[in-house]
Each structure stands twice: as structure tokens, then as C-alpha cells.
């Protein structure tokens, strides 16, 4: 793969990736924590519709099963376990900011007015979830089967989207901070600029990973593995901070962890069937009925 087409496409995925971040952003005070969770977690679904879409992966039925197991568990979470005051869930999201701590509640979302409609904010957090399945899907065809087993290109495609991002979002800093849209400040203090280097730092090492699944497995996979953060940060407040489980918080871990189980044997026996001479025979064969089919 020429270089050039390389730093072509990273530049069209910071594109995509800077709209999911964006429209993460713009969710949050329009919607409540609880909804914009469940409506970005359905990134998932996305992966799976863009990667039939564009990946020409087939449609089964155990796959459809464990996202729904999956996207099930999320619900359940979201919208039964008690987490703060307010009544929110709060869940860490790998590649979106963290959610309020439930010690400072945000504020409801208002609901009169276009800017302050929760419709309007829920959108934007479906639409981050669309962005972020798109990037997830681009990324593994642009790099193709050969690109996907090379871990220096996938860390140097990584690095790229990266460089792009801040080519591209840099310019808009100062007109979106003059027009009053989005303030731009530099951190108040030293203390925050450390927790602001920990928290890229952290990022980096986060993207590389993410990333390098992608190109390895799928973006299916992918999307869905990075749900267990949430069972697993349930497992850290207990263990660390002491906070009780909740019924919502054990059950839906439970289904994250079956949704993930499922789809990971699933596509695992998948694959070992297809390397078999006799599964590489009725795949060759599959697909040479399509060939004549379209002729």
C-alpha cells in the first residue's frame, strides 16, 4: 500500500473520528448519561451493519444473537442500576471522555427549545456511535487483509489519523472560540495538566490497542470486547471503592459476557471451519455459484 493512499485515508478517518468526539461532546448536556451510555454502545450494531455493508460480512444468526445479549446488558445497566443521586448510570467509555463521577451529577438535561431537546441529544450520541463504527469499518478496509497482519502499519496508520486529527481540528480552535460556540482555555492548573497528560497518555496506549484489534480480529468483536469495560469498572467499584452491586449491575454484566462468549465462539469456529479443506471447498464453491450467478 503506497504511502500516499495511506495518509489519504487516515486523513478521511480523522474526519469521521473527530465527528464521533464531537457529537460525544454535544450529546452530553442535552440528554441524560443514562440514554447518551445506551445509544453510543449500540456502536456495536453499527459495526456489524457497516461491516456487512462494506466488509461483505455475512449475516448469522448467533452473531445477531450475542449483540443482542450484549446490547441487552447495556440496557439493563443504563437503566436499573443505581449509581448516583440523580439516578443516572455512570459508565467509562474507552474511546469517549469518561462520565461524570456520581459524586458531581450533571445537571437534567433541559427539554424546551431546539438546542436543549433531548431528542437533539440523543441524536448526537447516536450519531457518535454511527461515526465511531464507520471509523472502525474504514480503518479495516483500508488496510485490507495483508495491511491487517502488519503491526508496524497499523501503529503507523494509527499515528496518522492521529497527526491528521490535529491538522484538521487545529484551525478550528480559534474560529470556534471567537464565534463563542466552544471557549478555548489552557488548563487552570499544574495539577490539571497532569491528569490532562495521564489522560493522553492512557489514550495512546488505548488507540494502539484498539486499533491493532480491529486490523486483527474485527470490528465487531472489537466494538462488543470493549463493552466489558463496563461489567469490569462494576468489578472495580466493588472491589476498590466499596460500592455495593446492584442486581442490574451482576445481570447485566452477565450479558455482556455471554453476548461477547458467544460471538468470539462463534466466529472462532466460523474461521476454523473455513481452513478446513472440507469447509475451504464449500467456501470456494459458495462463492464461484455467486461469480456464475452474477455473470
Known amino acids: 500500500m503506497r504511502m500516499r493512499h495511506i495518509i489519504a485515508l487516515m486523513a478521511m478517518l480523522a474526519l469521521v473520528y473527530t465527528f464521533g468526539d464531537y457529537a460525544w461532546y454535544l450529546a452530553l448536556p442535552y440528554t441524560t448519561v443514562t440514554e447518551a451510555t445506551a445509544l453510543f454502545n449500540s456502536q456495536s450494531v453499527w459495526a456489524y451493519f457497516f461491516s456487512v455493508l462494506l466488509l461483505g460480512e455475512e449475516v448469522r444468526t448467533l452473531k445477531v444473537v450475542a449483540l443482542l445479549l450484549s446490547v441487552g446488558g447495556i440496557v439493563v445497566i443504563t437503566t436499573w442500576a443505581d449509581s448516583g443521586s440523580d439516578g443516572h448510570s455512570v459508565a ?12 458531581t451529577p450533571s445537571p437534567a438535561p433541559p427539554s424546551n427549545g431546539f ?17 465511531y463504527a464507520l471509523y472502525e469499518v474504514l480503518y479495516k478496509r483500508g488496510l485490507g487483509d495483508g495491511g491487517s497482519d ?3 502499519l497499523v501503529n503507523v496508520a494509527t499515528g496518522l489519523v ?30 490539571v495538566t497532569l491528569w490532562l497528560a495521564l489522560n493522553a497518555s492512557l489514550a495512546l496506549v488505548y488507540n494502539a490497542s484498539f486499533m491493532m484489534s480491529v486490523a486483527r480480529l474485527s470490528p465487531l468483536i472489537t466494538s462488543v470486547g470493549f463493552m466489558l ?3 469490569m469498572a462494576s468489578v472495580v467499584d466493588v472491589l476498590w471503592h466499596h460500592a455495593p452491586l446492584t442486581w442490574a449491575d451482576a445481570g447485566g454484566g452477565v450479558l455482556i459476557v455471554a453476548g461477547f462468549g458467544l460471538l468470539f465462539s462463534s466466529d472462532a469456529r466460523w474461521t476454523k471451519a473455513r481452513g478446513s479443506p472440507s469447509g475451504a471447498a464449500a467456501h470456494a464453491a459458495a462463492l464461484e455459484t455467486q461469480t456464475v450467478g452474477t455473470r
Do not use: Q, Y
Request: charge should be negative.
Open 162 to 191: 492521529g497527526v491528521c486529527s490535529i491538522v484538521i481540528a487545529a484551525p478550528g480552535f480559534p474560529v470556534l472560540d471567537s464565534l463563542g460556540v466552544e471557549p478555548f482555555e489552557l488548563p487552570p492548573s499544574v495539577t
Open 115 to 131: 438546542r436543549g431537546s433531548r431528542l437533539v441529544g440523543d441524536a448526537f450520541a447516536l450519531g457518535a456511535a454511527m461515526a
Open 92 to 103: 467509562a467509555n474507552g474511546t469517549v471522555p469518561s462520565m461524570p463521577p456520581a459524586s
Open 229 to 231: 469495560t463496563i461489567p
Open 150 to 152: 502488519d503491526a508496524r
